[in-house]
């Protein structure tokens, strides 16, 4: 589990997590979720 | 107003609010309940009871018909049934997921948005050096997912710069943080990891021509989180949004050349790391989308919590 922010958005990327196209999901989440994490 | 009905059943989602009495087309998301209370319409709700769904995500099965140019409510309606062991209620984020016309994914890698721009010299696949009009804008990230090079390609129908949408795209480090080259006189060189893939769509000479537009894709929300992330309450609570237009989304508006789309709910992702006990679980019913006159057309929570639905 990667917290990553792009653009101002804050995402966690769930490695064991998969779209349709068996990418890793990119889940947003608050920027306090991402600033206590990292 | 009028409500717009689309169907025999309130809204487009089939079995939305359990009218066949089972879980057809969200098998696999937990069960149903009947428990009078905790369902709204048709004696019985979808019922997320997998203790263990912490985060995990549920894609219905139907694929949902769509015309972007149109104007639709999406409404979910939720309630907690069993907080979780350290008192946690029901949380994760409702939406949708976009699917082309050929019911393919639309991953926002596909899209044009970032670093479009054109061919200044004809490209043949193999190649692994591309010159391009202007690469400023193109991603310098040091992560794999935002350095993706995109080709729109002449000649097809649904991959093209005019439809914003293209599945000509390399991997995720397409090209190298450093592999871009600001030459001067209008032109830039992009330096690919692998030799440019061949993906048809050349010209006589098995070339992409000069002026073919090529882009920048970048990763970013997986899906379109519609309703946002909420702690669902222990009461009956309606999410709703109205969803209209393409764009570059991973909101309410359709992502571009959505023929369809599926619900998606992140199971409890709010509390993911809180694993020590049973996660909590919660109720699901009155699934509604569907097109409305407009914006300002939307159906009241009054209708949306009702047992009106058919």
Known sequence: ?38 | MSLIYNRRTTGLFENGAMQKGDDTNFSGFGSTRTVSGDYLSNGRSLYMNNVNARGSGFIGAQYIPVDTSKVYQLAYSVKTITQSYNSRNGSGHLGYVCYDENKSFIDLRSLRHYGFTTLTRAASPGDTTIYVADASGWSTSTSSHQRIFQLFPTGHSLYSAANYYTQFKTGNNGYPSNGLTDLGGGEWSITLNSGLPDWGYTDANGEYPIGTNVGNGRAGGTYNYALGAPVYPQTWTTYSATCTGTGRSSGAQFRYMTKFIRFMNLRNYNYRTENAGNAALYVIDNLFFGEIPSTSDTLPTSFLQSDRFR
């Open chain 1, 1 to 38: 589990m990667e917290y990553i922010e792009i653009d101002g958005e804050y995402f966690v990327i769930h490695e064991d997590e998969t779209d349709p196209n068996g990418e890793p999901l990119f889940v947003p989440i608050t920027q306090e979720e991402y600033e206590a994490n990292t």
